[in-house]
Structure formats: C-alpha cells, structure tokens
C-alpha cells in the first residue's frame, strides 16, 4: 500500500504524525511533509494522529488527490528526513481553522 500526505498539511505542518513514525520516513520542505513509501511499512499510525486529516491510504485517497501520490513520491526523494515534532508554522492554527478542524474548547466541570 501507499500511504500519502496532501494539501492539507501545506501551511499547518504540526509534525504530529513523525511523533508516531516508527521508520523516520517522513521527509518535509518549508510548508509541508512527505511520506517516502520506499522506507514506510504502512503501520497506519500516523493517519488519526494528523489534526487536519492530511494523510491517507492510497485506496482511501479522493480521485481529485491522486496527483499526491507522485508528488510525496518525488519530494520525499529530494528533502531531508525529520524525525522530531518541530513546530508549526506561523499561521497553523488559522489554517487547521479554514481547513474546518478549529480546536474546540473542552469544558472542565
Ligand atoms: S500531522 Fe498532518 S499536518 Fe502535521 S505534518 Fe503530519 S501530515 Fe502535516
Ligand atoms: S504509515 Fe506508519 S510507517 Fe508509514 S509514514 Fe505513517 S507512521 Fe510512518
């Protein structure tokens, strides 16, 4: 299987799922990350982790995000591994809310 990263985690980057990367596969530039699936072992692990919903199976990935797979294809080969939770970009937080992921406030009763 092929496991890829799209738009949605171009200007968020909360690095949440290499927190959960057994395998350090996850390669990244200035605005987003990029899954090598030479190296991934589709453990799944950082699918639920991810805040915006970013990643996903290729036999899950929408028809209009299948340009993803060649993109993290061709990414990951040329950017350098991250393998630490690194923070998120300036603006992450608007981002994840015009994405529709808005952190609501939990009441503590
Ligand atoms: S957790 Fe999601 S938004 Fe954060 S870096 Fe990973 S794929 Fe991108
Ligand atoms: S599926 Fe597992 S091995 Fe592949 S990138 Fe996600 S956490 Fe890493």
């Avoid at 199976?57 to 340009?67: N, W």
């Amino acid at each position: 299987m092929t496991i890829v990263v799209t738009d949605n985690c171009r200007g968020c980057r909360f690095t949440d799922c290499v927190t959960v990367c057994p395998v350090a596969c996850i390669h990244a530039d200035d605005d987003m990350v990029y899954i090598d699936n030479g190296v991934c072992i589709d453990c799944m692990a950082c699918i639920p982790v991810c805040p915006v919903q970013a990643i996903f199976s290729a036999d899950e990935l929408p028809g209009d995000q299948q340009h993803w797979i060649q993109i993290n294809a061709e990414r990951a080969a040329a950017l350098p591994v991250i393998d630490a939770k690194q923070d998120p970009l300036p603006g992450a937080e608007e981002r994840r809310a015009e994405l529709g992921y808005a952190v609501t406030s939990v009441s503590q009763d």
